[in-house]
Nanobody
Framework: EVQLVESGGGLVQPGGSLRLSCIASGFTFDDYAMSWVRQVPGKGLEWISGITWNGQATYYAESMKGRFTVSRDNPKNTLYLQMNSLKSDDAAVYYC??????????????WGQGTQVTVSS
C-alpha cells in the first residue's frame, strides 16, 4: 500500500521559513518522480514543485521560483520542500504526491494527507 506522510507545517510569520517533509512507503521511492501540490480552502489543487527520481532535475511554478527548494533523500525515502520568504498567499494545505513516472511532473497517482501551513503575523 502506497503511503505518503507529510510533516513540518505550522504557523509562521510573513517572511519566515518552513521545511516540509514527506516520508514515502509501499513503493520503490527512487523509481518515481515526486511533486508537491497545495490547496487553499474553496480552491483547486495547485501544483508547485516537482523532482525527478534521482533529484537531478527540479521544477517549480513561477511564483515559487527562488523561494522554494525541493529535494529528496532516496535512501531515507523522504521528499523535502524548503520554503523561504513565505507570504500570506502561501497559506494552504500542502501535499506531497507520487508521480506515475520517473522523470515527469505529471500525472500524479497518490497523495498524502497533507500538512497545514499558516502564514500570519
Amino acid at each position: 500500500e502506497v503511503q505518503l506522510v507529510e510533516s513540518g507545517g505550522g504557523l509562521v510569520q510573513p517572511g519566515g521559513s518552513l521545511r516540509l517533509s514527506c516520508i514515502a512507503s509501499g513503493f520503490t521511492f527512487d523509481d518515481y518522480a515526486m511533486s508537491w501540490v497545495r490547496q487553499v480552502p474553496g480552491k483547486g489543487l495547485e501544483w508547485i514543485s516537482g523532482i525527478t527520481w534521482n533529484g537531478q532535475a527540479t521544477y517549480y511554478a513561477e511564483s515559487m521560483k527562488g523561494r522554494f527548494t525541493v529535494s529528496r533523500d532516496n535512501p531515507k525515502n523522504t521528499l523535502y520542500l524548503q520554503m523561504n520568504s513565505l507570504k500570506s498567499d502561501d497559506a494552504a494545505v500542502y501535499y506531497c504526491a507520487k508521480v506515475k513516472y520517473a522523470s515527469t511532473r505529471l500525472p500524479m497517482d497518490y497523495w498524502g494527507q497533507g500538512t497545514q501551513v499558516t502564514v500570519s503575523s
